[in-house]
């Protein structure tokens, strides 16, 4: 059991803190913009993707805040589109990743760098390959949303790693693959 953050506020992030909140001591999530936080808050639900989503709010933590979600748990989960992902994290440095596992849910190439994320994590943010892993797989946001069985596969060099974000993952509608190749399954993925 640990604490993670999860850096998106579109349907895959929705579907991921759902699924996190299950097995994870505490989930913080980062949503850009603020009027969503707030309705998250007060109704439980993500104003604008996966609605029917219910949030239990005694487990995670909504906020824009990027650099406090960042601050608060060692395991970080990006779901943000390819496309906005350089914009997202401009604000931060290689050492707000400090030693962080860093997931990439991303399924594309962050278009300034021609590169796949996990490449660009560890040139733009000094992140070691051994704790960057990729959360991949032939599902959809909306069939995990509705709970339908579901397959993931989880890859980090790091094995226990690797194990440890599957078994964060793994519940009643989803089942988890490890793997060991973050390209492949990134690459796979785009």
């Not at 639900?45 to 406090?68: A, E, F, G, R």
């Amino acid at each position: 059991m640990t604490s993670v953050c999860v850096l998106g506020g579109g349907s895959w992030a929705t579907a991921l803190v759902k699924i996190l909140s299950n097995h994870a001591d505490h989930v913080y999530w980062w949503i850009r913009n603020e009027e969503s936080v707030e309705f998250i808050r007060q109704y439980r639900h993500n104003p604008n993707y996966l609605s029917d989503v219910d949030i239990d709010l005694q487990k995670v933590t909504p906020s824009s805040d990027l650099k406090s979600v960042l601050s608060s748990a060692p395991v970080v989960v990006l779901a943000v589109l390819s496309a906005f992902l350089k914009t997202a994290l401009n604000p931060l440095s290689s050492d707000d990743f400090t030693g962080k596992s860093v997931f990439s849910a991303i399924k594309g190439i962050v278009p300034e760098f021609n590169m796949i994320v996990g490449d660009y994590m560890h040139y733009e943010f000094k992140i070691p390959f051994n704790r960057i892993g990729v959360i991949s797989g032939p599902c959809h946001a909306e069939e995990v949303a509705m709970e339908k069985l579901s397959y993931l596969t989880v890859a980090c060099p790091d094995s226990s790693t690797a194990a440890h974000m599957a078994a964060l993952l793994t519940c009643r509608y989803i089942r988890t693959v490890r793997s060991d190749d973050i390209f492949g399954t990134e690459y796979a993925a785009v």
